[in-house]
């Protein structure tokens, strides 16, 4: 079978604000394990699910619930400053000199976007089908006119408009910011713009649960108090 589509899950150790993050149990399970149970339930017969991670602990994990981890992640590109597009671009060399290609399509799923549900990875895949879309990348809304967001200059409240619209808050056009959940492009663009958002990139929309993407404890309690909610549903 050719596999059309690479899903990659990035899933470093040495989390500095969490410790462990990655395989920290969120409501009873690793939270790698969120992102592996979407990507089974897509049903995605021509994919391929990758964990890249630096850690044999948690490739054992990953492998517990489905995915496959065919290398373990060189040091170099398991670094704080590491970029996801290095963290890519490993694994596509990888799938070329495993498979003798490239697959048509690539995808970035981070695990730290628990909410993220199998519906949307099967969206996704939909669109980029679409003859002009290049990628497709989730999304959620900001409602606010650009006079009432701010970069802080030398300790005052700068707004980056000063275009007075004088529009209520349901006719603003609402403004899009990528939530870090879903990542998806065709392979040769993303290659030759060594980016996620080649020309002809479109927003996947998804709500604030969906977007919720754990970074600090803040966040981590959040997510706890959602699969609470959910388990009582």
Request: proline share 6%; hydrophobic share 40%.
């Amino acid at each position: 079978m050719i596999i059309k589509t690479l899903i990659i899950v990035p899933a470093r150790s040495g989390s500095k604000g969490i410790p462990d993050k990655n395989i920290k149990f969120l409501a009873g399970k690793p939270l790698l394990s969120w992102t592996a149970h979407a990507v089974a339930y897509a049903g995605c017969q021509d994919a391929l699910a990758i964990v890249s991670t630096d850690s044999a602990e948690y490739a054992e994990i990953a492998k517990q619930y489905g995915l496959r981890v065919p290398f373990l992640r060189p040091e170099e590109f398991a670094e704080d400053q590491s970029s996801s597009m290095a963290v890519v671009e490993h694994a596509l060399d990888w799938f070329a000199n495993e498979y003798g290609y490239l697959p048509e399509q690539t995808m970035l799923l981070q695990p730290t976007s628990p909410f993220r549900s199998s519906l949307i990875i099967k969206q996704a895949l939909k669109m980029l089908q679409e003859p002009e879309v290049n990628a497709v990348v989730g999304c959620k809304e900001i409602h606010r006119d650009l006079t009432t967001l701010f970069q802080c200059d030398s300790g005052y409240l700068k707004p980056l408009s000063t275009k007075k619209t004088q529009v209520n808050r349901q006719q603003i056009k609402p403004l899009l910011t990528p939530n870090g959940a879903m990542y998806l492009c065709k392979t040769l663009a993303l290659l030759a713009c060594k980016s996620f958002y080649p020309d002809h990139t479109v927003p996947l929309l998804m709500n604030a649960v969906m977007s919720l993407d754990i970074d600090t404890p803040e966040d981590w309690a959040m997510a706890e108090a959602l699969a609470r909610m959910e388990s009582l549903q």
